[in-house]
């Protein structure tokens, strides 16, 4: 069984295109997240849901909202999409305390022409 | 709020040489240090972790770290690497938030490549 999964894999798209990612983990995990990882291997969070509630959203443009249905799931959805944007998209999911590790996705590829 | 640096962007080594991969943080009260390895086209995986307790941490695939307080640093070692070690790196701390609530700090990343 897959803990955190994320669809699509790969998602090439034209500027301007609206797109989504969805996220779901089967984990139990009350904390989600979305991190950003550019082209440089550099790992950025962008977002982090507790129980559905936004408890993390760091300096992401507006085009970005997540949405969390449940606890269970996390969906990222990208408006006007624009060539900055193409980079590896990373789910994860974690127990809601300070020292536990984080368990991630196998990522989604944006690639935006 | 905590910080990580990771001074190698990337360290070639050859097959069952040893090699060591270096992070240091900035200083706090109490820190919870991460190793995770990302191999190509996945996500992250834990190596390791330090919470408290014996400095030295054993993780998985024969990598282990000691966390330094003195040096603010959790360097990863293994004695002998394997061309299957090669991938990427991240070091990463636990940033108390507030209200209960945290995220990860993470390094840079370093590259390993294990060379034949």
């Known amino acids: 069984d897959t803990a955190v999964s994320q669809t699509p894999k790969y998602l090439v798209t034209q500027m301007g295109n609206d797109k989504s990612i969805k996220c779901e983990q089967n984990l139990g995990h009350d904390t989600m997240y979305w991190y950003k990882q550019d082209s440089k291997k550099f790992l950025k969070i962008m977002f982090s849901y507790n129980n559905k509630e936004l408890i993390i959203n760091e300096t992401v443009p507006n085009r970005f909202s997540p949405k969390s249905p449940d606890k269970a799931h996390l969906n990222l959805h990208i408006n006007s999409l624009e060539l900055g944007d193409s980079a590896v998209y990373f789910c994860a999911s974690s127990p809601r305390t300070i020292y536990n590790e984080q368990f991630f996705g196998p990522g989604t590829r944006l690639t935006v022409l | 709020a905590q910080s990580v640096t990771q001074l190698d962007s990337q360290v070639p080594v050859f097959e069952e040489a040893p090699v060591e991969l270096r992070c240091n943080y900035s200083s706090s009260v109490s820190v919870y240090l991460f190793w995770y390895v990302q191999y190509p086209n996945q996500g992250l995986q834990l190596l390791l972790k330090?919470?408290?307790?014996?400095?030295l941490v054993k993780g998985i695939n024969g990598f282990e770290a000691e966390f330094n307080k003195s040096q603010t640093s959790f360097h990863l070692r293994k004695p002998s690497v394997h061309i299957s070690d090669t991938a990427e790196y991240f070091c990463a701390v636990s940033d108390q938030l507030g209200r209960g609530t945290y995220k990860y700090i993470f390094g840079t990343g370093t590259r390993l490549k294990v060379l034949a």
């Open positions: 330090y919470l408290s307790g014996s400095t």
